[in-house]
């Protein structure tokens, strides 16, 4: 019994202690999703598809939720967002080469069909990210589109 309480009173101190050294938050100013809109053109309802389902954990800017504030929650997201980010990010598209765009669209495309975008996880708590069929051809209608795009460009030179 002893070794249990001492465990347990070891595991409460670094639970305590987690709370004050917190991942930085992943925050940006101004817009941060400006050059891949204006890039890709995508319409109303897919601007707000993205914005409800890609862009906290694929942008430079995240919304976090409350329990955010609460570790070893904190670091769980943080997790997620920085290997978002890593496979995808909407804020560093001017930067990608267009053959890598083509191939960023391609893996969303294969992503969203396969039912593995956006993450269970997050739709646990973000009902609004919850995709309807209708709402998964409008997003994959677009960017099928924007890949021909990409790729023609790529042809040409």
């Known amino acids: 019994m002893k070794i249990v309480k001492k465990i347990g009173i070891v595991l409460l101190v670094v639970l305590i202690g987690m709370q ?25 309802e897919v601007k707000q598809i993205l914005k409800s389902t890609c862009y906290d954990c694929h942008s430079g800017n995240t919304v976090y939720p409350w329990y955010n504030n609460v570790a070893p929650i904190s670091y769980w997201l943080d997790h997620h967002v920085k290997e978002g980010k890593e496979e995808l990010n909407f804020s560093d598209w001017g930067n990608y080469s267009d053959k890598k765009k083509d191939h960023k669209l391609e893996e969303l495309v294969e992503e969203v069909k396969k039912g593995k975008m ?13 995709l309807t069929e209708a709402q998964k051809k409008s997003l994959l209608d677009w960017a099928i589109g924007v890949r021909s795009l990409y790729q023609i460009s790529d042809s040409q030179e």
Do not use: I
Request: aromatic letters at 16%; proline letters at 8%; glycine letters at 2%.
């Open 118 to 130: 956006p993450l269970k996880e997050y739709t646990w708590t973000h009902k609004e990210a919850r």
């Open 20 to 44: 004050f050294y917190r991942p930085n938050k992943n925050l940006s100013d101004g817009d941060y999703v400006a050059v891949f809109e204006a890039e890709t053109n995508p319409s109303t």
